[in-house]
Structure formats: C-alpha cells, structure tokens
C-alpha cells in the first residue's frame, strides 16, 4: 500500500483530518459536544476490555495443525471411533490452542506455581472439537458442584485480596481428594519452565464412539516433543522479577524464528463400564489410570506454526468449552465433565457476547466452511448462517419450503440407567493410594522440594488447619507425613487424634494406616 494510502479513518470511514487536537472554542477551550472523532475514540477507548475470565485469566494462543497416523496404536482408529480427523494417516486438521495459567489475573506471572491450562480447538469437517485439558493429569475435586470452593478458596482473600495459605489449605484439608493433585502441584512438576516444555492431559474421561455404535472410555494426553522442563521455586522468582510473561514470550519468540514446537498424541482406552475390579473409578478426574494396564496409544501429532496477529481478538475472545465434541466423541457420566460442559458456554455467552460464535478465531470451518442454523439475533449478530440455497423467510425446522433439515442419523447405543436420585459422593474414593504412589516414584530431589515448597506454605497456616493436612499426608505415606511435619515441628502423635470427616469414605487398607498412623 502506497504511503498516501494508508490514511486514519474513524470506523465510520471518515478521513481523519486532526488526531492531535480536540474541537474547542479557541486554543484553550471550552470543548465542544459534537466533537465525533474524539468521542468515538474516547469511548471505544473506554470499552477496549472484556471481563477476563474468571479461571485461566492470563494465556496466550498459538496456531498449528494436527497431523493423525489413521490410527490407535497399532490398530484402525476407525475401531474405536468414527471421528473423521483420526481416521486416515496422515490427514491434517488445522488448530488453535491456549496456554494459560490458572488463577492469577490478566497480567499475572506466568511462573506461579499454578496448573497450566493446556486447552486445543480443532476446527475439523465435521465442526469444532475443542480438548480443554490441564498440564497435570488429575484435578483437585470429583464433582463439579465444588468448584466455585475450590477455586475461592485459591484465589485472593475477598478482603485482603491476597492468596492466603490458610484459605487454601482450610478447604484442602476438608477435601482428601485433592492430596493426589497437591503432590503433583507441589512437586517440581508445578511450575513448568515455558509452555513448550510441558505435558497436556483432557484430566476428565470421554467416550469413542465407532461406526458401529459401540462406545469405550478414553483419556487424552499430550507429549512435548521438545522435552519437560521445570523450575524451582527460586529460579522462578528470579524470572519473574525480569518478566511476568515469560511464557508467553517464549512461545511466540519460538514460532517466530521457526523453532515449531510439537505434540504427540496419546489416548487410553478401557471398556464402557463400571470396572468393579478396579479400586478407584473411571469417572474420578482425581485419579490417573495406571499406563501398564492401560498404555498410551499413539493418535498423531500436533505443530504449532503460526502466532496471533491480534492478542485481544485471538486470544482474549476464543472460547474453548468441553461440550464442544464431534461426531465419534461423547461425554462420560463423570461429575466434572459434565458440570464443566454447562459452564464455558454459559460464562462465554456473559464474557464475550451471546454470538461469540460468529467470531473468527471461534467459528467452526465445517464441511464447506461454513455453519448452518436457524439462530438469528441478539447483541452483536455479525452475519446470517444461512446456506446458500436456504429459503431466507424460512429460520425454523421443518419447513418444505427450502428450509434445513437434520443430517443423516447416527446408530448410537445409549446407555440404560438405572438408579434412585441422589446427592451421593461416588463409592471407590481411594483418596490417598495414587498420591503415596506419586511420592513413592519421585526422584529424591523432587520430593526435598515437594516437602519444602509444601512444608514452606503449611508453615504459615494456622494451628487446626496444619494439623488436618499433616493428618492426610501421613495417610499419604509414613515419609511425607514425617517430613512435613519436620518443617511444622510436628509429630504423627500431634494428629492421631484427628478423626476421619464425617462424609470420607475410608478403605479397609486406609483403616489399617489409620490405626498405626504415623
Ligand atoms: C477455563 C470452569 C475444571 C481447564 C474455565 C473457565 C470456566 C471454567 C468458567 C473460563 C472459560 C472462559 O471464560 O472462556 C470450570 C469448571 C470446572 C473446571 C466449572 C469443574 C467443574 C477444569 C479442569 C480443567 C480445566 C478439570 C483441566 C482439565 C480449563 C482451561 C481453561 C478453563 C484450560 C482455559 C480455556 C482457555 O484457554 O480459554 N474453566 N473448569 N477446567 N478451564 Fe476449567
């Protein structure tokens, strides 16, 4: 574009003749009311944020594709499920995805110590399929209904808006659950060096689906080609004294200079079904599955190619959600999936607009690039998802006069429940069992930093409060328990008196290290 070109309009089109001065009555005013091209420019101005979002405030966006080898592990992905993006090798699928960090701000410190967000939108044929994972395998909680606890009780004092060791572990010590997720968070593994260098897990089960039907669960994971890498708590201090979005920078600097990072794909599988013989279930988010009994199988691969041109509409108005699966995928009965799957669409519909959808960075490029709905208005409707040939008079369905219709059925075997209603925690807790085998696994240099990082924020907690927590360490394993309660001045004599909470459900084995406690 010529120089002479490239002249400042207003977003009415108007050439803008003077961006220094406003109108006024002389040079030192008064101003005046009609003064357009400054008031639009102020006003915008005064609108340029949306709320940020209420968990994962602070993330940056990356571009890529999805290259898939046709198959699961050594077999057909075809037999697992009927998902047009896995089903050929070598077939790509263009990407979006979303780092982030949990529960600092916009412009927090992107080496807390923090679960990563780790959340990749698909835009494939068949529509958007969008995997909102976590760098860590598990999660804190099982059920959905206390999340907004959990995360009150990480995020700043509502007073002192400060986060407060004793607001956390006041909760945490009320939620055994969450010791698995505590050992990972507080080990090494909790401050991820740089987006490039970490895991992604989908945390929570779904299900496959094939042509046939037939349904397994499954769990997605995501392997950096580029390594794992984390920091200490002292290093990361010394990063963020330089720059709080170190991440951030160091992603976008990587794709710039064409270092490409890369993902493998990985899914577990086990049968559609309750899994009596197993001591924990399917659906707990706070457990790993095991991988010598269900091993990684190889899906595909993941290159990300291509940064945001504009961090606000990219990044800040991409809208991710769990409910947003296609055909050959489906939900699990698990509590948190499906509690999740209500929230992103409804806290998008508030954070950027009832049609977020029709934003670039969030519309699907289905089978012939474009979607097809009946849905018409509301704040911000940017265009009409009509098809070419729709009859325009016609948004409802059915119509025989060249409306839409439905796509062809899919045979689908939906599960027969049976049950009372209940308000009921799931039976096979095992609370502590993955957390003592994640301690026992650890290098001993991980777990010297688990105890201090752990121990260090315990110390400043009150009495009641540290005594719970050193209780379920020590049901955790004899060694964190003692540990820790080196760091606190406190002894397994200090805790035996504490009882189970009334709504844990203890496991035989746990009774038995709960009578020798310590
Ligand atoms: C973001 C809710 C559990 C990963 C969010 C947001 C909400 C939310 C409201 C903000 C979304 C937005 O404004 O666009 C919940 C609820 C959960 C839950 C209710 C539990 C019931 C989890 C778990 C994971 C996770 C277990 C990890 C597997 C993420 C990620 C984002 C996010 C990665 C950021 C998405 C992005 O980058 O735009 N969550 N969440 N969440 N959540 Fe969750």
């Known amino acids: 574009m010529a120089d002479d070109d490239k002249i400042l309009t207003t977003r009415q089109g108007h050439p803008v003749q003077n961006n220094q001065n406003q109108r006024t009555v002389g040079s030192r005013g008064p101003a005046t009311l009609e003064n357009y091209h400054f008031l639009e420019k102020i006003s915008h101005f005064d609108r340029e944020r949306i709320p940020e979002r209420v968990v994962h405030a602070r993330g940056f966006v990356a571009y ?38 949990v529960i600092g701000g916009r412009d927090s410190s992107e080496v807390a110590r923090d679960p ?57 010590s009320q939620t055994p659950e969450s010791m698995h997720m505590l050992t990972h968070l507080f080990s090494p593994r909790g401050i991820p060096a740089t987006y490039r260098h970490m895991e992604g897990f989908g945390v929570n089960t779904y299900k496959m689906v ?25 290093e990361a ?54 991988e010598d009994q269900f091993p990684l199988r190889h899906m595909g691969v993941m290159t990300l190619n291509r940064n945001v041109k504009d961090h606000h509409n990219e990044n800040e108005q991409i809208a991710m959600g769990t409910g947003v699966i296609v055909d050959g995928l489906d939900f699990s009965d698990d509590k948190m999936l499906v ?48 098809h070419p040939s729709q009859n325009p008079h016609v948004n409802y369905e059915p119509s025989v006069h060249g409306g839409l219709h439905e796509a062809e059925r899919q045979p689908n075997q939906p599960p027969e429940i049976h049950g009372h209603l209940v308000q009921a925690p799931l039976e ?38 540290q005594e719970r927590m050193l209780w379920h360490l020590f049901m955790v394993h004899d060694d964190y328990g003692r540990r820790v309660g080196e760091v606190l001045g406190m002894t397994a004599a200090d805790v035996r008196h504490l009882e189970p909470l009334a709504t844990q459900r203890l496991t035989d084995a746990e009774r038995t290290r709960l009578a020798n406690l310590g």
């Open 210 to 234: 094939n042509a046939a039907g037939e349904t397994v669960l499954v769990k997605f994971h995501w392997h950096p080609r580029q390594g794992v890498a984390s920091l200490t708590d002292e």
């Open 428 to 465: 096979r807790t095992n609370d502590y069992a993955q957390a003592r085998a994640r301690f026992e696994t650890m290098n001993d240099w991980e777990r010297d930093e688990l105890v201090k990082t752990l121990g260090g924020l315990l110390a400043d907690c009150e009495r009641d409060v």
């Open 116 to 172: 990563r967000g780790f959340a990749v939108k698909f835009y494939t044929e068949d529509g958007n399929w969008d995997v909102v994972g976590n760098n860590l395998a598990v999660f804190f909680i099982r059920d959905a209904i206390k999340f907004p606890d959990v995360i009150h009780s990480l995020k700043p004092d509502p007073v002192t808006f400060r986060q407060e060791p004793n607001r956390i572990f006041d909760f945490m």
């Open 339 to 386: 509690g999740r799957t209500f929230s992103y669409s409804d806290t998008q519909r508030y954070r950027v607009g009832p049609n977020y959808l029709q934003l670039p960075v969030n519309q699907p490029r289905g089978r012939d690039g474009a979607v097809h709905t009946n849905q018409r208005g509301g704040q911000m409707s940017y265009g009409v998802d009509l």
């Open 64 to 101: 890529g594709e999805f290259e898939a080898t046709g198959k699961i592990g050594d077999e057909p992905a075809s037999r697992y499920t009927r998902a047009k993006l896995f089903a050929e090798p070598g077939k790509k699928t263009e990407v979006a995805i979303r780092f982030s960090t």
């Open 237 to 290: 201090a010394k990063v963020q004294g330089q720059d709080l979005g170190s991440a951030s920078r160091d992603l976008y600097g990587a794709i710039e200079r064409g270092d490409f990072p890369q993902w493998d794909m990985y899914v577990q599988i086990m049968s559609d079904d309750e899994h009596p013989e197993l001591d924990w279930d399917p659906l707990d988010d706070t457990k790993i599955w095991p």
